[in-house]
């Protein structure tokens, strides 16, 4: 068995029921890719919108292609039509982008917001009160073609167990609170994802549903 499907099984065999594997596959071949699609993977996260285009035009329609990067508005069209949820977005103007594109194939297009929960200064997101002001202010009336799926969001990068299971865990309250208040009776909001190679158990254990995982699968970029 490849080192890949190594990887892939181990990982796969301790996710708990409800939580899917993310296959983050940025800056790798596409060969490498197919490895880990015969040892079964079917989710594969890219983040750069060529090099996403480009591999899914490559690999076997039968995958699910997720964006988990910082999308700019002016590579949207690269993205929709080909990915099956867009993890990272970001701003209102992203949310105006996507929307204005999906409309325009007649598509609808799943989408998660992400939420700043890090410590650091420099990673994108919607702070949690704008996130609310958001819904409060009924702004995806606008967005039709935008399907709010769920939140994403990344943990500072730490060693300090404690902070990392503190910041997910403001993440799924607030993922727990959209979902009570702004989606009664409606289970489309359901995804929270949140977790990578370094963090991705301490995230399980705070309520994920997508663990985005790379370097544990294909090693080192
Ligand atoms: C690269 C990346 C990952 C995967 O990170 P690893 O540490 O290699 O598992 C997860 N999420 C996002 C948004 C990324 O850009």
């Keep these: 068995m490849s080192g890949i499907a190594l990887h892939i099984r181990q990982i796969k065999d301790s996710l708990p029921a409800g939580v899917r594997l ?5 800056t790798h071949p596409a060969s490498r890719i197919q ?6 993977q079917r ?14 035009a490559l690999l076997p ?8 990067g910082h999308l700019q508005t002016n590579k949207v069209k690269q993205v929709v039509g080909v990915a099956s949820l867009i993890h990272a977005v970001d701003s209102e103007r992203l949310l105006l982008e996507i929307e204005k594109e999906a409309a325009k194939r007649d598509l609808i297009v799943p989408c998660l917001l992400q939420v700043h929960i890090a410590a650091e200064e420099a990673k994108f997101g919607f702070s949690a009160d704008e996130i609310q002001h958001l819904f409060a202010q009924n702004f995806f009336s606008n967005t039709p073609h935008v399907q709010l799926a769920g939140l994403m969001g990344m943990a500072t990068n730490t060693d300090d167990h404690k902070q990392v299971s503190r910041e997910f865990r403001g993440l799924k309250q607030l993922f727990d609170q959209i979902k009570r ?6 289970t489309s909001f359901c995804e929270l994802s949140m977790g990578m190679s370094g963090d991705y158990r301490i995230a399980i254990d705070e309520g994920s549903t997508l663990v985005r995982i790379g370097t544990a699968i294909f090693g080192g970029r």
């Design 61 to 68: 329609p039968d995958i699910e292609w997720h964006f988990i």
């Design 181 to 186: 208040t702004c989606f009664t009776n409606n």
């Design 22 to 26: 993310v296959a983050v596959s940025k």
């Design 35 to 40: 490895e880990a699609y015969d040892a079964g």
């Design 43 to 56: 989710i594969f996260g890219e983040s750069r919108p060529q090099e996403f285009a480009q591999k899914a």
